[in-house]
């Protein structure tokens, strides 16, 4: 299979290499696609050398896949160049989540309304993509009402400028700021830009972004998202009110049970998610479970993801496998 990464030599594209190759993804040759200045530099993979080219050149090069993280703009001018070409594009910017006409996956949850006619296909924002992992098993059983959702999330999911931006504040270096106030030792309560509802488009991505993947529009969602100064790995605070009541045992009984998430809860020992701890791993954690009094039938949770593998990365990448397994890159494999 040909694969290209547009976006190969970014943040999320290199994590992207990386997990294609420790999942072990049947790729036969890579299509790195990089911008301009990049265009005709070398990259490794397992162990071979491939030349970045440009995005018309992948498109020539008629790879069965193309995996896009090269930002909004990008794939709203040559995702649908790629699709036409017969190229299936899976798309980790914000541009198509919110289209009626694109399928917004968590392999976990809905990778079955996929078929071969879908050729664009968006991944969630990695905020998202975590809180609805832990979240949709217990939907599917007591059926959720209200989620208050606080996030508290790393600098890595604003790029490369913020992790120089801290690592310059941390050396007392003047330099580039890719946030309007120092980030060492500080939370800003503002990731993304500001919606004219007061809300940062971070914050309502969690809304509709949740409310497309479960499917269920009633569900009624608000949030606040604060960038701190981790280096990797969001987590986030989420208060969740059902229709139907729980019994604690057993939403850790479902969590315990579900693909992709792992349950970190035994206040006994200290045992809860951490960023640190879930850096470079895959899983989804969820601990500090726990019921609250405050009113009925409302669950509090702690949950904790590496936002560059399972919130971006990753979660692509097991879109491209399910793809696979399923037989629904066929038409496109006949057009290469």
Not at 137 to 151: A, D, F, M, Q
Not at 153 to 176: D, F, P, R
Not at 277 to 301: E, W
Request: net charge negative; with cysteine.
């Amino acid at each position: 299979m040909r694969v290209a990464v547009v976006g190969a030599t970014g943040m999320v594209g290199e994590v992207m290499r990386t997990v294609l190759e420790e999942r072990n993804f049947p790729i036969t040759e890579l299509i790195p696609v990089a911008s301009e200045r990049s265009v005709g530099k070398k990259i490794t993979f397992k162990n071979k050398e491939y030349t970045i080219v440009s995005l018309a050149d992948a498109i020539t090069a008629k790879p069965d896949v193309a995996l896009f993280s090269a930002g909004g703009d990008t794939s709203l001018e040559w995702a649908p160049k790629f699709a036409e070409a017969g190229i299936t594009v899976i798309d980790n910017s914000s541009a198509w989540r919110m289209d009626e006409n694109k399928k917004l996956v968590v392999p976990e949850i809905n990778a079955s309304e996929l078929t071969e006619d879908d050729k664009i296909i968006a991944n969630p924002n990695c905020s998202t993509i975590q809180m609805v992992m832990a979240l949709a098993p217990l939907h599917n059983v007591y059926k959720i009402k209200r989620i208050v959702v606080s996030t508290y999330q790393s600098i890595s999911g604003t790029g490369v400028k913020a992790v120089k931006q801290l690592e310059n504040e941390m050396a007392g270096i003047k330099g580039e700021m890719a946030y309007p106030y120092p980030i060492h030792k500080n939370a800003i309560p503002h990731c993304d830009v500001f919606e004219e509802n007061g809300y940062t488009k971070e914050e309502m991505k969690l809304v509709r972004e949740t409310q497309k993947i479960l499917n269920d529009k009633t569900i009624a969602v608000t949030a606040t998202a604060v960038r701190i100064p981790t280096s990797g790995g969001h987590s986030e605070a989420v208060n969740v009110e059902f229709e139907n009541d729980f019994d604690v045992s057993q939403v850790r009984k479902l969590l315990n049970e579900t693909d992709g998430v792992v349950v970190q809860d035994n206040i006994d020992v200290n045992t809860y998610p951490m960023p640190i701890y879930a850096h470079g791993k895959d899983d989804v954690f969820v601990g500090r479970i726990r019921r609250d009094g405050s009113q009925p039938n409302t669950l509090n949770l702690w949950i904790v993801s590496d936002n560059l593998r399972k919130g971006a990365a990753t979660n692509t990448i097991q879109i491209a496998e399910y793809l696979v397994k399923e037989n629904l890159l066929k038409a496109t494999q006949a057009v290469s």
